[in-house]
């Protein structure tokens, strides 16, 4: 009897551990190794759920929402990167435009100015002519330093160098020419000087070709918000007037074009000044100090220097004194008075006083000036 059940009992084992192998084969892994799991811990009730099979599709659910929550901030965050660097590039586009559209009217500006001169030249004398192209030249240098701290979109880059090479070809060459002018103010048959002049007209026309080529890169742009499109710039025009050896010989024929040196005395009075005359000859009062004041121009158009004035007081009895002063510097068109103080002059003598410019200049005829008087005998 206790075989027979033995042998029962081991026959039911054997029959569920054949029946779970074959359920095994047929369930996935992750059923099966819930239900090994479930097997092996322990028993609380017969109504207790098992619930580690529907884990891992909701852990598959989840990584799909997490997927797309990251694809979506991905593509936010590119519209919101696209559209921060359309605006920053639109925003360096104005201000490029804005700093490109002010060098090129001041340029514009200079090139009519500078037409202006070469045209009327005979209009002008040596010191109006090289101040003004001092004051150009001054001019393109502050331009060409503006256009060099501009920074040009990707999208105008080949348009920036034509300019740059536009402004530096034009300051250069309105630099060289400034020289070459001087040169030949100095000596209108210098060879060398009208070489010098040449290259900058050359230089200046090679800027004028490449503003061209710079506003054919800006055919397409928008620039209403500059005021309109960019302005011609043309330093150098075609015709005799623009030539080299043309602008010398008016240099040449123009006698204010050229260095004159030319200082004068433009005048000599007595403190005190005469109160009358006797036998033609101007009579001054009796005074306790004489003095003679002595005015200097500069005629010419070069400044002078160390410039000294001297003054001869000769008495009808032949005594001679003798004073100089110096002047350190005197522009053209410049005057200056030279005070000569305590001069010896005695009451009841006739005097001479000759007020003379020791330095020779090109006009001798106006370096010397005298004045005859006579002082009042005393009462």
């Known amino acids: 009897m206790n075989v027979a059940v033995i042998s029962a009992e081991a026959y039911l084992s054997v029959a569920d551990r054949l029946r779970w192998s074959l359920e095994s084969c047929s369930t996935p892994r992750e059923s099966r190794r819930g239900a090994a799991l479930s097997r092996s811990s322990p028993r609380v009730g017969q109504n207790q759920p098992v619930t580690s099979s529907y884990r891992p599709a909701r852990r598959r659910r989840a990584r799909r929402r997490n997927l797309w929550l990251i694809v979506i901030a991905l593509v936010a ?3 919101v990167y696209g559209v921060v660097r359309a605006q920053g590039e639109s925003q360096l586009t104005r201000e490029y435009l804005d700093v490109a559209f002010d060098v090129a009217s001041g340029q514009s500006a200079t090139a009519i100015r500078f037409n202006d001169l070469v045209v009327e030249l005979e209009g002008l004398d040596r010191t109006i002519m090289l101040d003004r192209l001092a004051t150009m030249e001054s001019e393109l240098v502050a331009l060409t330093l503006d256009l060099d701290r501009a920074e040009p ?3 105008l880059m080949r348009g920036h160098l034509f300019l740059q090479i536009a402004a530096t070809n034009w300051r250069n060459g309105m630099t ?3 020289e070459g002018m001087t040169a030949l103010s100095d000596s209108p048959l210098d060879e060398s000087a009208l070489a010098v002049l040449t290259d900058g007209m050359i230089e ?4 004028d070709t490449a503003y061209l080529g710079f506003l054919s890169e800006m055919l397409d742009v928008d620039t209403s918000l500059q005021g309109g499109p960019f302005p011609s710039v043309l330093f150098v025009a075609s015709g005799d007037v623009f030539d080299a050896r043309d602008i010398a010989r ?3 024929v123009t006698p204010g074009l050229v260095t004159a040196t ?4 433009a005048d000599l009075k007595l403190e005190p000044g005469p109160v009358g005359e006797s036998e033609g000859i101007p009579v001054v009062p009796v005074a306790g100090s004489y003095s003679a004041e002595v005015t200097v121009s500069n005629r010419g158009n070069e400044a002078g220097s160390d410039l000294v004035v001297v003054v001869d007081l000769v008495s009808n009895d032949g005594d001679l004194y003798e004073a100089r002063q110096s002047i350190e510097a005197l522009e053209p068109g410049a005057l200056i008075t030279v005070v000569f103080g305590d001069l010896p002059v005695a009451p009841g003598v006739t ?3 000759i007020a003379t410019l020791e330095k020779a200049d090109d006009d001798a005829s106006d370096d010397e000036q005298r004045f005859l008087f006579s002082v009042n005998p005393e009462a």
């Open 77 to 79: 965050v590119g519209v």
């Open 153 to 155: 979109p990707d999208g």
């Open 176 to 178: 060289t020419f400034t």
């Open 204 to 207: 200046m026309r090679v800027g």
């Open 250 to 252: 008016r240099l040449f």
């Open 262 to 265: 030319n200082f004068a005395i």
């Open 351 to 353: 005097y001479e006083v």
